[in-house]
Nanobody, 127 residues
Framework: QVQLVESGGGLVQAGGSLRLSCAAS????????MAWYRQAPGKQRELVAF????????NYADSVKGRFTISSDSPKNTVFLQMNSLKPEDTAVYFC????????????????????WGQGTRVTVSS
């Protein structure tokens, strides 16, 4: 029902930049939010950043705040991740995902994923 295709990964030196892209294709879903996850070798998949389809709400993992920027092109169902000041610990396979945004009773915005994943794009940061 949903196909996600990531691109833009590669090998970069520490301090460098990469821009990831993810295009979602679907005939049945109305996409409300998208996110980027990453999975490093031997570690669990972690949420990196998410954004509403309108681009007016976004949030980031503490480990990437100030370095990564997520953006979206809603008419094209595309999400981007601009990654600056990359560190070796950013090395991972990056996946995009579609989901929903929810606001907790404490006002905090959270992301609820749907079980649709692309093949991922590998990012390697050398020291």
């Amino acid at each position: 029902q949903v196909q996600l295709v990531e691109s833009g990964g590669g090998l970069v030196q520490a301090g460098g930049s990469l821009r990831l892209s993810c295009a979602a294709s679907t005939r049945t879903f109305t996409i409300h939010a998208m996110a980027w996850y990453r999975q490093a070798p031997g570690k669990q998949r972690e949420l990196v950043a998410f954004i509403s389809s309108a681009g007016d709400s976004a949030n980031y993992a503490d480990s990437v705040k100030g370095r990564f920027t997520i953006s979206s092109d809603s008419p094209k169902n595309t999400v981007f991740l601009q990654m600056n000041s990359l560190k070796p610990e950013d090395t991972a396979v990056y996946f995009c995902n579609i989901g929903l945004l929810k606001r907790n009773t404490d006002g905090r915005l959270t992301y609820a994923e749907f079980d649709y994943w692309g093949q991922g794009t590998r990012v390697t940061v050398s020291s």
